[in-house]
């Protein structure tokens, strides 16, 4: 009998699959790229997927946000009135907030929640041929799932770290307006009195970083998810795992390259 | 019946050509040789039991695998070498019925069938897209289904939904992946029939896999048994099973003994 295609390992196995794990995982995101330039759009079917994103983890956001700011104020506080230097306060969450908390914390809310539910929700849709369905009928499965989904993500998410971020610093006023008098307005003012613009584009820069990380990576395993329902749930639990490495691996290249900047 | 079937059916024109079909997975070879012709109008039954390529098949006529060797013609293209434009084109014309049905399961009934239309052809009506819905239900027979999601619909009904959906781009070329499996004696005669009443409205040629005798006997004009990823034997039914030879006697008494 002819055997039509034999393959051997070049490395072995798991090195092997590491590698074309990689090689794979580089093809899917330059076919994002490739796909998302062009027609057909699939415009309204981007807006739900925003909405989408934004109702899943919009409620768990303002929580964690306001939390988070309560927390940190509460906790900064008496480091600070040992130099009497409370009033410094403002300012320093306002830096903590807007440049690292507020971002880092809606980018891993919402690998959980909304990079697990495209992992499964695609994976699901692989493993029943629905995927396979569309193809058949002549619609590009990747255009109208992957593409709108990554684009979705990519453009909720640093609006919803925006939102984030301005919870946080609701919470911190409630409890600096606790402890002194303070008006709303001056607290955000001196808030974002030492943010600079770099601030502000590293902060937005860095959430649409994040956004299409958890995007991309939910549905490249949701995608080729395989080994029936499983597979789903394993597509689910490696897209939160790797997202979130991702992210502390990009947020630490991120902040690096902009330090540099800070100097030219 | 039988004899109004045999009529539409025109052995001068394949629409399916398959000569010499090879495919493997890694070291696990699946089709080790396939030649067969699909005639226009004709229903083809490929049976086998499960596990034999048969699926993997129907996935290479439609283009979603592709062959490690040999011929596919499909409509006159050889589908293993159409650009993406060509072979969605081509796709157009085939209708593939999946085993699990495949619906989508956010979308409604009506979402379901509506998106094949109006994500293929632009600027249709609401109108117009209401119309071919209510015409394809009304060919499977579930008219009143329109709003329910596919997670409430039985078994026998979502395979009807998923043909429906299939219709709607009114193919040439039916392809059925196990029509009957996991359904009752009932249903699945009645899916049966709907093979048999989708040939004669839409005028289709098909293939339909499956490992159901009763299925094949009543839905297939030839019938094709496949076994190790080859094609045992082709004929009609009485021709494949008037035989001695022990592997078909095998299959045929093993399905009615069930
Ligand atoms: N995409 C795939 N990758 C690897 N193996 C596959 C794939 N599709 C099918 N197979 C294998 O090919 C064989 C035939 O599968 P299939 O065509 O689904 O059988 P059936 O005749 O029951 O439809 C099985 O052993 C299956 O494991
Ligand atoms: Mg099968």
């Known amino acids: ?264 | 019946m039988k004899n109004l079937k045999q009529h539409i059916i025109n052995t001068e024109e394949s629409v399916i050509t398959i000569t010499g079909l090879y495919k493997s997975f890694d070291d696990l070879q699946v089709l080790k040789g396939i030649d067969f012709n699909l005639f226009k109008g004709e229903n083809i039954a490929v049976l086998g039991k499960s596990g034999t390529g048969k699926s993997v098949l129907i996935k290479i006529i439609v283009g979603l695998l592709k062959p490690d060797h040999g011929e596919v013609l499909v409509l006159g293209k050889h589908v293993d070498q159409l650009k993406t434009k060509e072979l969605d084109a081509l796709r157009l014309r085939i209708g593939f019925s999946f085993q699990n049905s495949a619906l989508y399961d956010s979308m409604n009934v009506f979402q379901n069938l509506a998106f094949p239309l109006t994500m293929n052809i632009k600027n249709l009506s609401k109108g117009e897209v209401k119309d071919a819905v209510e015409e394809v239900l009304e060919s499977v027979g579930l008219k009143d289904k329109l709003k329910q999601m596919p997670s409430d619909l039985s078994g026998g009904q979502r395979k009807r939904i998923g043909i429906a959906r299939t219709l709607i781009l009114k193919p040439e070329i039916m392809l059925y992946d196990e029509p009957t499996s996991g359904l009752d004696p009932v249903t699945s005669a009645e899916i049966n029939e709907l093979i048999n009443e989708v040939q004669q409205e839409y005028n289709t040629s098909s293939v339909i896999i499956t490992h159901d005798l009763t299925c094949a006997k009543n839905t297939g004009n030839r019938i094709a048994l496949m076994f190790d990823g080859k094609f045992l034997k082709v004929g009609t039914f009485a021709e494949v099973f008037d035989t001695d030879d022990e592997q078909v006697k095998g299959f045929f008494n093993y399905n009615f003994i069930q």
């Open chain 1, 1 to 264: 009998m002819i055997n039509y295609k034999t393959r051997k390992y070049t490395i072995s196995k798991g090195l092997d699959d590491y590698f074309t794990g990689i090689h794979k995982a580089y093809i899917f995101t330059a076919l994002f790229f490739k796909e998302a330039f062009k027609r057909p759009f699939h415009l309204r079917e981007v807006i739900n997927q925003c909405f989408e994103v934004g109702l899943k983890s919009l409620a768990l956001i303002s929580l964690t946000g306001f939390i988070v700011g309560i927390v940190f104020t509460k906790q900064s506080r008496p480091s600070l009135e040992d130099f009497g230097a409370t009033s410094w306060l403002p300012s320093l969450i306002g830096i903590a907030i807007i440049k690292a908390l507020g971002p880092l914390v809606t980018a891993l809310i919402c690998a959980g929640k909304v990079g697990s539910s495209i992992g499964a929700e695609l994976g699901s849709m692989r493993v029943t041929e629905q995927i396979d369905a569309m193809e058949v009928s002549a619609i590009n499965p990747f255009k109208y799932l992957v593409v709108t989904r990554v684009m979705a993500t990519t453009i909720a998410i640093p609006v919803l770290a925006l939102y984030c971020s301005f919870v946080a610093l609701y919470g911190s006023y409630i409890n600096v307006h606790a402890e002194e008098t303070v008006s709303i307005i001056s607290f955000y003012q001196n808030a974002f009195k030492t943010i600079n613009f770099l601030d502000i584009t590293t902060a937005v820069f860095k959430t649409i970083v994040y956004g299409f990380t958890i995007g991309i990576v939910g549905c490249y395993k949701g995608y080729n998810a395989t080994q029936g329902t499983r597979g789903v749930g394993k597509a689910a639990n490696q897209a939160v795992v790797l997202a979130m490495f991702l992210i502390f691996v990009e947020e630490v290249m991120i902040v690096q390259v902009s330090n540099w900047m800070r100097y030219f």
